[in-house]
């Protein structure tokens, strides 16, 4: 379970942590706040050294209603922080956007992973991710961002968002990205209402009969909003919560804004399941 991200190693034998970094100015949880690539390469290496095992970058915002970003735009915004944050850290970059051209001039400048909220849909992206050779996270998204959550139906969200991922997943294998470089990601928050997500959730060890590892992002999301009224501040118990019982049905990659309390957290998992084995 060791993925070789353009040089550098993602060790999934392991649950960790993904360290998100926005450097939009309206993201949906943390937008503005590391807009300027100086405050971006530092919040970067404090992650790292709160236990992120990769770093997230992404420039353009994916929080519903959202507008889109060109393509020139985003690499302006992640290229720099990219270049900046290669040689000094020692953790992965992983790079979340839709669009090829920003996988490719992301990944030159020494990205390691492609998360794509879109599952490597838009024209042109898989064939840009199988160039690229680092590996790839394919995430389940109902609709757009724009529209996603206008009544999203499922007759059974588990299943058909494990037959969507399975399906990306064939499609990029088929195009020249192996088994060994795909991860899978059920997409809370994209196109479900709050019981989908809580399905989801509750179904995720549906996913674990797969080969693909799986990456799950709850941190701060609305689901939690809406169940207990809190604001965005308010909402890391109930995201570390949310963390564990992830990882207790099998998530290997846990995407979160704090991370030195989700590290916390997954360590406590990971010393459980090790007293288990001895
Ligand atoms: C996710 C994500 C976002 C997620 C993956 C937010 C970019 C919204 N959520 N990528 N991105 N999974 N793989 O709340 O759940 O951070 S943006």
Redesign the pocket.
């Known amino acids: 379970m060791q993925f070789d991200c353009n040089g550098k190693i993602l060790d999934l034998s392991r649950p960790q942590v993904?360290g998100?970094l926005?450097v939009t100015p309206d993201?949906?949880?943390d937008g503005g706040d590391f807009f300027s690539p100086e405050k971006a390469v530092a919040r970067a290496l404090e992650m790292e050294a709160q236990g992120a095992a990769i770093i997230?970058i992404?420039g353009e915002?994916?929080?519903p209603g959202a507008e889109a970003v060109s393509v020139g735009d985003e690499l302006e915004r992640v290229v720099p922080v990219i270049e900046a944050l290669q040689l000094r850290l020692s953790v992965p970059i992983s790079i979340?956007t839709q669009k090829p051209e920003v996988m490719r001039a992301a990944v030159a400048a020494g990205a390691g992973l492609i998360?794509?909220?879109n599952a490597l849909r838009a024209d042109g992206a898989v064939e840009a991710a199988a160039e690229c050779a680092v590996p790839v996270?394919l995430?389940h998204m109902r609709g757009d961002p724009r529209t996603m959550q206008a009544d999203p139906r499922y007759d059974d969200v588990v299943t058909e968002v494990r037959d969507f991922l399975l399906e990306r997943a064939a499609v990029c294998e088929r195009a020249g990205v192996p088994a060994s470089r795909i991860m899978l990601?059920p997409?809370?928050?994209?196109g479900k209402t709050v019981e989908q997500n809580l399905a989801l959730l509750a179904g995720l060890e549906r996913f674990s009969d797969t080969p693909y590892p799986v990456?799950?992002?709850?941190?701060?999301?609305s689901m939690i909003g809406r169940l207990l009224g809190l604001d965005l501040s308010e909402r890391l118990p109930a995201s570390l919560a949310l963390a564990v019982m992830s990882v207790e049905r099998g998530a290997r990659l846990v995407?979160a804004?704090d991370v030195a309390a989700t590290w916390q957290a997954l360590q406590m998992c990971i010393a459980v399941k090790e007293a288990v084995k001895e």
Not at 187 to 190: E, K, L
Not at 215 to 221: A, D, Q, Y
């Open positions: 993904m998100v926005n993201s949906f949880s997230d992404g915002s994916t929080r979340d998360n794509d909220v996270c995430m990601d997409g809370f928050g994209f990456l799950v992002g709850l941190s701060r999301k995407r804004h």
